[in-house]
């Protein structure tokens, strides 16, 4: 019984993928279990057992949402050696988002298994209400805010951090090479 999560990261430097499980299972024995099969059942070179890893949760609630936070890592580290020196700003790899993304499509990235949820109670259906009291909002990519189409009233009025704007318009790589 247990959780899973997929996830793929991407090393710019060696220009490969690294799908890979996030697991959450009762206990110690159990993950030990999950982890011998992973790797019997692996082609041969394609799992390393040093490379797999299993630590008792502490916190349930900090481990589901690390785990099911997200399929893939927007931003990457450019050197993943460097990592801790911070050298170099983060890139965005865009045609490896695109191709893990892609890859993933109709994947069920967060699963259980070993269990079935209890099925809820119908919900009672109410007759659908005609909403005539609505405004229209229009992405406006020059301010990064929503503007109503009437009245080009702002929604968030977000002012982006110049951070992250130096990043998105010199990070993002759009070549494997």
Same mark, same amino acid.
Request: charged share 25%.
């Given at each position: 019984?247990? *959780?899973?999560?997929? !996830?793929?990261?991407?090393?710019?430097?060696?220009? /490969?993928?690294?799908?890979?499980?996030?697991?959450?299972?009762?206990?110690k024995?159990?993950?030990? *279990?999950?982890?011998?099969?992973?790797?019997?059942?692996?082609?041969?070179?394609?799992? @390393?057992? #040093?490379?797999? =890893?299993?630590?008792?949760?502490?916190?349930l609630?900090?481990?589901?949402v690390?785990? *099911?936070? &997200?399929?893939?890592?927007?931003?990457?580290? +450019?050197?993943? #050696?460097?990592?801790?020196k !911070?050298?170099?700003? +983060?890139?965005?790899?865009?045609?490896?988002? &695109?191709?893990?993304?892609?890859?993933?499509?109709? #994947?069920?990235i967060?699963?259980?298994?070993?269990?079935?949820? %209890?099925?809820?109670? =119908?919900?009672?259906?109410? +007759?659908? /209400?005609l909403?005539?009291?609505?405004? !229209?909002?229009?992405? @406006?990519?020059?301010?990064?805010?929503?503007?109503?189409?009437?009245?080009?009233?702002?929604?968030?009025?977000?002012?982006? %951090?110049?951070?992250?704007?130096?990043?998105l318009?010199?990070?993002?790589?759009?070549?494997?090479?």
């Amino acid at each position: 019984m247990g *959780i899973k999560s997929l !996830e793929s990261n991407f090393n710019p430097l060696r220009k /490969t993928y690294n799908p890979h499980l996030h697991v959450i299972v009762a206990n110690k024995e159990m993950a030990y *279990i999950l982890l011998d099969e992973w790797c019997d059942r692996a082609k041969k070179g394609y799992v @390393n057992r #040093k490379g797999q =890893k299993a630590v008792k949760v502490w916190n349930l609630d900090n481990a589901l949402v690390e785990i *099911i936070k &997200y399929g893939s890592k927007v931003f990457t580290e +450019p050197d993943l #050696k460097k990592r801790a020196k !911070e050298t170099a700003a +983060p890139q965005i790899y865009m045609n490896a988002l &695109y191709t893990i993304l892609n890859a993933m499509k109709s #994947k069920r990235i967060f699963d259980r298994f070993g269990f079935n949820l %209890p099925t809820e109670a =119908k919900l009672k259906h109410y +007759p659908a /209400t005609l909403l005539d009291n609505f405004r !229209e909002w229009e992405f @406006n990519a020059k301010t990064n805010d929503w503007n109503n189409t009437s009245t080009g009233e702002a929604l968030t009025q977000y002012n982006m %951090p110049s951070n992250l704007q130096a990043l998105l318009e010199n990070n993002i790589n759009v070549t494997l090479k």
